[in-house]
């Protein structure tokens, strides 16, 4: 057995000693997000999901903190890409297709758009607004994308006619 196999399961506490409100789950990274709004991750850094300051092809067997970006509510794991709403429903994506330095960036949503859940998919992503718009981007292999587009999209865009039922 190698000493770096974990064979039960045990506590990862936040270096900031703080509770996590949300976490997520990749194929090979994980996100947690403190009781104060900050993002942590944690595992297998291929295209920048880990953010800046873990260098890109390692691994992480610790919680390191994602800089840059503002209080957030939830995030989401793809396969090598990382997704946070802020509380204010702003989307911030990085790692593969969009920002493999790691760096968050905001993702443009039509003026008003307020996200309250995103979903991460091996190389595209979703996004659920308060008004029950679906919005898609990244590879549409496999049309994964739910829309007429034969290509990749690289800025999230409504998947016309699939409107979600709005929570009372």
Known sequence: MLETEV?????M???T??????????PHHALAVSDSGKVFGMGWNL???????????????????????????????????????????????????????GKP??????E???VVQVAAGAKHSL??????????WGSNEGLALG???SGNQAQPTVIEGRRAARRP
């Open 13 to 15: 506490p936040l270096p």
């Open 127 to 136: 996004a659920l607004s308060d008004q029950g718009l679906t919005f898609s």
């Open 7 to 11: 064979t039960s399961p045990r506590p």
């Open 105 to 110: 960036q905001k993702l443009s949503f039509p």
């Open 47 to 101: 295209k920048g999901e880990l953010g800046e300051k873990v260098q890109i092809g390692s691994a992480e067997r610790k919680w390191v903190e994602i800089e840059g970006l503002p209080p957030v509510k939830y995030v989401a794991c793809g396969g090598s890409h990382s997704l946070a709403i802020t509380e204010e429903g702003e989307v911030y994506g990085w790692g593969w297709g969009m920002n493999e330095s």
């Open 147 to 149: 829309n007429e587009f």
């Open 112 to 114: 008003g758009t307020k």
């Open 17 to 26: 000693g703080e509770g996590v409100r949300h976490a997520a789950f990749g």
